[in-house]
């Protein structure tokens, strides 16, 4: 049976994580990118060395475990920085993306962060989406679930917010909006009316 690829993003603290582990308890795959990126970053793997080797070895903490706050900060103002990171990253994420959806048919849900930042890089690596959903939230909701999950104060979250692609810009190319500003059930109703619609089988 023909895949049904379907991209999943959302903006930061948008609630993206909570419609995918929605989509997992109906047994449906999800393929998460960030869960792909730690394990390549495991002590010891090729990859972290090769982070270490680009960034300094003051990358990797005393236990062999990558200091991913010292990166993340090193890149979030360093557009060079953060360039050989995706660099070094990106293709091996994308590649085990593909090899874990040739287990799967049907829907196939494919959490990525910055999907719409590298849409065109993924497509010329072999993935492409028939649709991609996108998870929304209010901008005062999304200050204060970023400021609580990172602990960090508003004028660094509002930093945050606005270095990613604009919201408008990201609704334009979305298939499907899910407004996660309200309780958990008004997403999952949302969720249930859009995973009706899918054609085809649903599992």
Same mark, same amino acid.
């Given at each position: 049976m023909k895949?049904?690829?379907?991209g999943i $993003?959302? +903006?930061?603290? +948008?609630?993206?994580? !909570?419609l995918t582990a929605y989509l997992l308890g109906l047994g449906f795959p999800v393929i998460d990118a960030d869960a792909i990126a730690r394990d %390549?970053?495991?002590?010891?793997?090729? $990859?972290?060395?090769?982070?270490?080797?680009? /960034?300094?070895? &003051?990358?990797?903490? +005393? &236990?062999? #475990? @990558?200091d991913r706050d010292k990166l993340g900060k090193r890149v979030f103002k360093d557009e060079d920085a953060r360039r050989k990171l995706n660099q070094l990253m990106h293709p091996?994420? !994308?590649c085990a993306m @593909? &090899? @874990?959806?040739? #287990?799967?048919?049907?829907? !196939? /849900?494919y959490d990525v962060? %910055? %999907?719409f930042e590298q849409f065109d890089e993924l497509k010329a690596s072999g993935l492409a989406f028939d649709a991609i959903w996108l998870v929304d939230a209010d901008e005062e909701v999304q200050l204060a679930r970023l400021m609580a999950r990172d602990g960090i104060d508003e004028a660094y979250a509002k930093e945050k917010i606005a270095s990613q692609m604009p919201l408008a810009e990201k609704k334009e190319k979305a298939t499907i909006i899910f407004d996660n500003s309200g309780d958990l059930m008004n997403l999952y109703n949302q969720v249930d009316d859009a995973l009706e619609a899918l054609p085809g089988e649903k599992m």
């Open positions: 895949q049904n690829k379907i $993003t959302g +903006s930061i603290a +948008s609630g993206k994580s !909570v %390549l970053v495991q002590p010891g793997s090729e $990859t972290l060395k090769q982070i270490a080797e680009t /960034f300094g070895e &003051d990358m990797i903490q +005393s &236990d062999g #475990n @990558l091996a994420i !994308v @593909l &090899d @874990l959806s040739e #287990n799967f048919h049907g829907p !196939v /849900f962060p %910055l %999907l």
